[in-house]
């Protein structure tokens, strides 16, 4: 099975805030990361964690790291249509290789 | 600052034809990668570049695929034999340290 769970699907309405939670496996994970995935683009970097921290915020997006439950959250708030899109979780172990989840389908309604 | 570049954007194919994908990294980034996204799912590594040495291709499928990177920048990604089951976006990445970053893919069907 996977190393890194994430729920498929996420319905928001516009102006609320959006949680996205993960779940992954190896406890010496050394960072982890958020991509966010437009259709028919690449993936873009949205932000990272260290593990030695439990949250980060960056405008928008606050970031949860709980090390114990290995549970990792991203936090959107004021969600717009933009932010419509396939968001991925993802650590590092060895040599920063990434190892993904498949991904939260987030829809934004009016 | 230019991204990861990767060409061609699309690809189709009949299977047991062969196909390459190109691509350039970010300027200055040592470390490249080759991930494989099937529809539904999320990427999975197929190979490590650092500079022109292989450092993972534990997942990558000898038989078929291939990969290099012989002046440390540019990197190749190649298939031959192709079967239906390789219908997929192939992702490049370079990074620097911990942050990766990714090119728009190349999107391939096999028929």
């Given at each position: 099975g996977e190393d890194v769970e994430q729920s498929l699907f996420l319905s928001v309405r516009e102006g609320d805030s959006s949680v996205i939670n993960c779940t992954y496996t190896?406890?010496?994970?050394?960072y982890l990361y958020w991509y966010k995935q437009e259709p028919g683009a690449g993936l873009q970097l949205l932000t990272y964690i260290f593990s030695n921290m439990d949250m980060k915020q960056d405008q928008r997006l606050t970031v949860l790291l709980n090390k114990k439950d290995k549970h990792l959250s991203l936090r959107i708030a004021?969600?717009?249509?933009?932010?419509?899109a396939i968001y991925f979780c993802a650590e590092s172990i060895n040599d920063y290789k990434l190892s993904f989840g498949a991904g939260t389908t987030v829809t934004v309604r009016a | 600052e230019a991204g990861v570049a990767q060409s061609p954007r699309y690809k189709i194919i009949e299977k047991r034809q062969s196909v390459a994908f190109w691509c350039n990294p970010i300027s200055g980034h040592a470390t490249l990668y080759w991930y494989q996204q099937i529809l539904g799912q999320g990427p999975k590594l197929l190979i490590q570049f650092q500079n022109n040495g292989?450092?993972?291709?534990?997942?990558?499928?000898?038989d078929r695929f291939s990969a290099e990177r012989l002046k440390g920048v540019d990197s190749t990604l190649k298939i031959?034999?192709?079967?239906?089951?390789?219908s997929a976006v192939y992702l490049c990445a370079s990074s620097f340290k911990e942050t990766q970053y990714f090119g728009p893919g190349t999107r391939l069907l096999v028929l």
């Open positions: 190896d406890s010496s994970s050394t004021d969600t717009q249509t933009g932010d419509s | 292989v450092v993972d291709d534990s997942q990558l499928p000898k031959q034999p192709a079967k239906l089951e390789d």
